[in-house]
């Protein structure tokens, strides 16, 4: 698995913090433009190519692999043990994250917890600390980039949303039980 923190100043008191839990996580240098949500959308995306490998078909003949992958922010903190026991048909587990929405929004709430302290996660908000298994980062980099001309622009949409919108919907998306 890699593991990944999205840093533009913090890292030294992100590092702190995933030393005190035990979690050897690389430094990603966050893209930084005028635009910030794009270019949180980038620095989200070229993590996401971080995970990925060849792989070796034999003669000359090379394929895409991936892996999972576990993405932090900077802001990250924690407040007990990390379960790394994820449900076994996850896309994505969440640990943590905003599901209420706000004052014009009303979200369903997680259901289903497991045995785990997973419950299935149906919206969210938030990007701090997620795990994406091998199969969402095929997913994401094949479809977010290209998803709308949007991406590219300055009305970009932030990937917390598109993520909500485009992978939630899958029903194979957990949080950590709120």
């Given at each position: 698995m890699k593991k990944l923190c999205i840093t533009i100043k913090d890292w030294?008191?992100?590092e702190a913090e995933f030393n005190r839990v035990g979690l050897e996580v690389e430094p990603f240098q966050a893209i930084v433009e005028d635009n910030r949500p794009l270019a949180f959308n980038k620095s989200v995306?070229?993590?996401m190519q971080l995970a990925t490998f060849p792989i070796d078909l034999g003669s000359g003949?090379?394929?895409?692999?991936y892996e999972d992958l576990l993405l932090f922010e900077d802001d990250v903190k924690f407040d007990g043990p990390i379960n790394f026991d994820f449900p076994k048909d996850a896309l994505t587990v969440h640990l943590g994250g905003n599901i209420i929405g706000m004052d014009t929004t009303e979200w369903k709430m997680p259901t289903n917890s497991t045995p785990a302290g997973f419950a299935r996660l149906h919206n969210s908000w938030q990007t701090h600390a997620i795990w994406y298994s091998a199969e969402a980062v095929e997913y994401i980099l094949k479809r977010f980039i290209y998803v709308t001309d949007e991406y590219k622009t300055e009305g970009c949409q932030i990937f917390d949303e598109w993520l909500r919108v485009n992978v939630f919907p899958m029903g194979r998306s957990y949080i950590s039980n709120p």
């Open positions: 030294p008191i992100a995306y070229a993590c003949v090379f394929k895409q692999g």
